[in-house]
Every structure is written in C-alpha cells, then in structure tokens.
C-alpha cells in the first residue's frame, strides 16, 4: 500500500524545492494538500510522479515542478482575489486557496463543478467556489482578479481575461505553439499588459484552445 505521506513529503523536497520554489507558504500547501485524492483511482499511482496525470478528458493535472514554479511566478498574496480557470477536480484551486483570500475556479460543465466542489469540501477549503462557465469568457462577474492561472496550454491569451485583471493583477499560463511551450506571467499595469517568460513547458492544450492547423508549402 502506498504512503502518500512520504511520497507528498517527497515529491517536496525533490521535485519542487530542487526546481528553485523556495516559497515557504507554497511548499507547505502542497505539503499538506493530499494530491491523490484529487486524481481518479485507476492513476493514483501517478499521483506524486514527476509527470503531468489526466484527470478527466480535456483536464491535466500539471505536475508537480510546473505547478509549483507557475504559482510561486504569480506572487500570490494573502489578500489576493484568484480565478483558477480549467481547474478540473480542484486541486490546483486547493493550493490557490492556502496562498490567497478567495479563490474561484471554473469548469464547463455541472458534473465538473459538482465533483470538484465535493473534493474541496472534502479537504477542507472553505475560501474557494467552482462555478460554471464559458473558459474564454472568464468570470467577469466575480472580478477584477489580482491573478488569473490557466491550467493547460494555450497558444495565446484571450482579451476577456485582460479585463478581468485588477490593476497590477497577473495571469499565469503556459502559451505553447507546437510541442514546446513557455510558462509567461502577464502583468496588467493600467492600460499596458507586459509579458515576462519565466520558464520552458509543455502541456496539452485546453479543449477549444487547440492553434488553427496551418498550411505548409
């Protein structure tokens, strides 16, 4: 029987201290986040690898090292307001919500939002909400956001989610055109967005985010 004690404890200190995140709030999130119970049963096993783990179809649970590098990138406060978009069965909302003051994922669809929404319950997060929505269109209506995190590839980022940035807010994605991606951080500062690449990833793109297939001659 696995320990997943140990194995959390481990994938701590060798997957995520050892890749520069020397965040204290962040390495205790996800010290005490359990990551499996966020995955389904047939991949527990993959729950503390090294590797990105399919959680449902079109949802990726990132791995350990990308995750924790695109939080610590975000800056996270504790008064921050979050939009956690494809947030899947929750997890990456889960460690959101221990950094910041409110945390708002978003699914497409009531199964989706139900079953994440028990998981959290389940670990006890109690500043977070998963709601239903279009993931172009973001949450408008729960903003502005100091950070906005996307939890898959996209080969751009769409002008909704600019709007919703507070002043000084942040989004967080990884922007992938082809097999090789980079994690960027987009800082809104009035009516200029700048654009810092913090480190090289890939990941599957987010269903109805895939780049138009492009003629070659």
Known sequence: MTDFSAA???????????SDVTDL???AAFRSTAREAFVPTARKALAYADCHVETDEGRTMLSPRDLAKMIQAADVQPSDVVLDLACGRGYSTAILAQLADTV???ETN???????????????I?????????LKSGAAEHGPFNVIFVG??????HQPWFSQLANGGRIVSIIQKGPIGRVSVFTKSGDAVGEHIVFDSSAPYLP???PAAEFVF
């Open 104 to 106: 708002v994922g978003v």
């Open 110 to 124: 009531e199964a989706a939002v139900a079953r994440a929404t028990e998981l959290l319950v389940e670990a006890d």
């Open 126 to 134: 109690t500043n977070a909400a998963i709601v239903q929505g279009d």
């Open 8 to 18: 959390r404890d481990a994938m701590v200190e060798s997957q995520i201290r050892t």
């Open 152 to 157: 898959g590839a996209v080969p751009a980022i």
């Open 25 to 27: 709030p962040i390495l």
């Open 208 to 210: 109805g985010f895939e």
